[in-house]
């Protein structure tokens, strides 16, 4: 080969293309295979999430077939058995109550925060800005403790109108943070324009800056939602009563309180649970993702 | 972008044609508006978590009762405790191992996402986040049931193949190795996102120059590559280690911090004094024990957001 490649340099070159052409189609091929493989490790438990929840008792419980795929043929008492036998859709009430308050409480608060944070500025208002990205970093496993004396003394332990007073810890500095970026990325001359044509600063924000930065309101609002649903420190810690609990706690704790583990109706909940996230991200991960890397690459 | 701007400042101008003038008082009162703006913000900031935090080290300082003053007793009693040295070493390889195993998956997916005819791209990144999207402690549940002593699934597998049964859970070691396992599958995604995304902004003229001047895919990666995401990779590295350090949701439901207290980290051991036994402060104390990490982290992370936005500019 390299006789030939020297004695002949256009040969040469063509033997490279192929050659290269050869190695990126293996090299294609092979990340199909590593991504197959991941994708297995990554879709293993929701799939057999959902395998179980569709399993009748009986197969769950004995052993004898492959576990993996359902045999005994699919049934929906699981369901059936969640949403009237028990408090699921109690604790589902709750979490949607609060989520929808946290996530309305949030963008309120932290779109005109980032709006007079991004854009207007006042004394100490780049202190400030950093305080905020701080605060999003500490974790609710530090402050669940003295938030539950605070809780306490309001008066909302055990209530899950606690829970719409501290899930703003966990969204607000965060959505801040992207919408800070977001409306600093609007050019001025947009607001100068505005300032001399009369708008006043709310005008300004509900007329320009929110339709322009909507991107940005989508992410930090999925964002709100996210976590305000999946959110399990701070009602493991503050709520015990089933009619208030929410159904990340109620699912792992109270469903579980029977004498024995009834797996396919537990499957059958934190498949339900899990639902109007995964329904949220399948439409809208563009916009969810794209604010999270800015969030994060743009500072 | 200029007909839009034009359109838009056109539709104020019909909308209020008589809040002209004044416009020197506006500029006065412009920073009193922006305070106000900031107000709501700042309230919950400082009510819920400054507040919180302050009072946090009061409170470590209580007996259980909360009746009496003790000073550093609550931190004395901690240190000499053999369970709370294992929790500091199993938080230390928890956070340490998953973080590690969670950027370098998130990197290889990522590459090989990125290596993928771009119309497949979506499809594959999609697939690849489900689990960043079920919530955690729902998915932490499939997990238990993936590992439960007597039914397993994995176990299935593995004795099908003419092993022994895995004690996922009901032994030390191999509990301690399933919450990290979880960890690495939740997390993992993350880092993808963050990666690919990184990926996508290093210019193609780079990697053609390289490939002009005859360098294969790992002197891309990591003359091209690796440097252009230094930055982001410190970022998200950083990021991770304190969500790692202070996560709660896997080991509580998963383990409850057994058997025999192996497999705690702060978070379960703080919820186990604090909130099971009754004992706030030295809840309080333990949980404040992560301190010292989150804010060494925390000033590495602001330092590279900030000069990753001078880059940008």
């Given at each position: 080969?390299?006789?030939?490649a020297v ?6 070159a ?6 290269l052409?050869r190695s990126?189609?293996?090299?294609l ?10 994708a297995?490790f ?14 009748t008792d ?6 004898a077939t492959?576990p993996w795929i359902?045999?005994n043929g699919?049934?929906?008492?699981q369901?059936r058995i969640l949403?009237?036998?028990t408090d699921?859709?109690?604790?589902f009430k ?5 989520t929808v308050?946290?996530v ?9 925060a980032a709006f007079?944070?991004g ?5 100490g208002?780049?202190?400030l800005a950093?305080?905020?990205f701080?605060?999003y970093l500490v974790?609710d496993?530090?402050?669940f403790?003295p938030?539950f004396?605070?809780v306490?003394?309001i008066?909302?332990l055990?209530?899950?109108w ?14 801040t943070w992207?919408?800070i970026?977001?409306?600093?990325s ?7 324009a505005?300032l001399i044509?009369?708008?006043g600063?709310m005008q300004?924000?509900t007329?320009?800056?929110?339709p322009?930065?909507?991107p ?12 305000s649903w999946a ?13 208030q609990?929410v159904l990340?706690?109620?699912?792992v704790?109270?469903?579980i ?6 797996w396919g109706?537990?499957m ?6 899990a639902?109007?996230p995964?329904v949220?991200?399948a439409?809208?991960m563009?916009?969810?993702?794209a604010g999270?890397?800015?969030g994060a690459?743009?500072? | 972008m200029?007909?839009?701007v ?10 209020r044609?008589?809040?002209r003038?004044g ?6 009162q412009?920073s009193t508006?922006?305070?106000m ?5 700042l309230v919950?900031?400082v ?6 935090a ?10 259980k ?7 550093l007793?609550?931190?004395r009693?901690l240190?000499t405790r053999d ?12 956070a340490?191992s998953?973080?590690?195993f ?10 090989l ?5 771009t119309?497949?791209q979506r499809k594959?990144?999609g697939?690849?986040?489900v689990?960043?999207?079920?919530p955690l402690?729902?998915s932490s549940?499939g997990?238990?049931w ?15 193949l003419?092993f022994?049964e895995i004690?996922?859970?009901s032994?030390?070691?191999w509990?301690?190795f399933s ?9 993992a995604?993350?880092f993808l ?6 990926l996508k902004?290093?210019p193609d003229q ?5 490939a002009i ?11 091209i ?17 304190i969500?790692t350090?202070?996560?709660?949701d896997i080991?509580q439901i998963?383990t409850a ?8 980290v ?11 036994s009754?004992d ?6 333990t949980?404040?024990f ?15 957001v900030r000069?990753?936005g001078?880059e940008?500019g």
């Amino acid at each position: 080969m390299t006789t030939a490649a020297v004695s002949v340099p256009s040969t040469r070159a063509q033997t490279r293309r192929s050659s290269l052409r050869r190695s990126r189609r293996w090299a294609l091929v092979a990340s199909y295979v590593f991504l197959v493989i991941f994708a297995i490790f990554f879709l293993i438990p929701p799939y057999y999430m959902v395998v179980t929840a569709f399993k009748t008792d009986a197969e769950v419980a004995h052993m004898a077939t492959n576990p993996w795929i359902i045999a005994n043929g699919v049934t929906l008492d699981q369901f059936r058995i969640l949403l009237t036998q028990t408090d699921f859709l109690i604790y589902f009430k709750n979490t949607a109550i609060v989520t929808v308050c946290v996530v309305i409480i949030t963008m309120v608060v932290s779109v005109l925060a980032a709006f007079s944070l991004g854009r207007m500025r006042f004394w100490g208002s780049g202190v400030l800005a950093t305080g905020i990205f701080l605060t999003y970093l500490v974790p609710d496993t530090l402050l669940f403790i003295p938030l539950f004396q605070i809780v306490k003394a309001i008066g909302l332990l055990n209530s899950y109108w606690g829970m719409v007073v501290v899930y703003p810890t966990l969204t607000v500095p965060f959505c801040t943070w992207i919408m800070i970026g977001y409306f600093q990325s609007i050019p001025k001359e947009l607001d100068e324009a505005a300032l001399i044509d009369g708008a006043g600063y709310m005008q300004m924000l509900t007329r320009i800056f929110i339709p322009v930065a909507l991107p940005g309101i989508i992410a930090a609002t999925i964002f709100a939602f996210t976590v305000s649903w999946a959110a399990f420190v701070y009602p493991m810690a503050f709520l015990y009563s089933s009619d208030q609990q929410v159904l990340t706690v109620g699912t792992v704790t109270s469903l579980i309180r029977a004498d024995v583990y009834k797996w396919g109706m537990l499957m059958a909940g934190a498949l339900l649970a899990a639902t109007p996230p995964l329904v949220i991200y399948a439409f809208l991960m563009d916009y969810y993702i794209a604010g999270l890397t800015a969030g994060a690459t743009k500072g | 972008m200029a007909d839009t701007v034009q359109r838009w400042t056109a539709g104020i101008q019909s909308a209020r044609p008589a809040a002209r003038g004044g416009f020197g008082k506006f500029l006065r009162q412009r920073s009193t508006i922006a305070f106000m703006m900031c107000l709501p913000l700042l309230v919950i900031i400082v009510c819920l978590v400054v507040y919180p935090a302050f009072y946090s080290i009061y409170l470590s300082t209580l007996n259980k009762a909360q009746t009496r003053f003790i000073g550093l007793g609550n931190y004395r009693f901690l240190l000499t405790r053999d369970v709370f040295w294992m929790v500091v070493q199993q938080s230390a390889i928890f956070a340490l191992s998953a973080v590690f195993f969670k950027a370098l998956i998130g990197l290889i997916t990522a590459h090989l996402i990125n290596n993928l005819p771009t119309k497949g791209q979506r499809k594959w990144r999609g697939m690849l986040l489900v689990p960043w999207v079920i919530p955690l402690a729902l998915s932490s549940l499939g997990w238990w049931w993936l590992f439960d002593p007597t039914h397993s699934a994995f176990n299935w597998i593995v004795t099908g193949l003419g092993f022994n049964e895995i004690p996922w859970l009901s032994d030390p070691y191999w509990a301690r190795f399933s919450v990290i396992l979880v960890n690495v599958w939740y997390g993992a995604p993350f880092f993808l996102i963050m990666y690919l995304a990184a990926l996508k902004s290093v210019p193609d003229q780079l990697y053609e120059a390289a490939a002009i001047d005859g360098a294969n895919a790992w002197q891309k990666f990591v003359h091209i590559t690796l440097p252009m995401m230094r930055n982001i990779m410190a970022i998200t590295i950083l990021f991770s280690l304190i969500v790692t350090f202070a996560n709660f949701d896997i080991v509580q439901i998963m383990t409850a911090g057994g058997p025999r207290n192996m497999t705690h980290v702060f978070a379960t051991y703080a919820f186990m004094l604090g909130i099971r036994s009754g004992d706030l402060p030295l809840g309080a104390a333990t949980s404040l024990f992560m301190l010292p990490i989150l804010a060494i982290s925390a000033v590495f992370i602001l330092r590279g957001v900030r000069k990753r936005g001078r880059e940008i500019g």
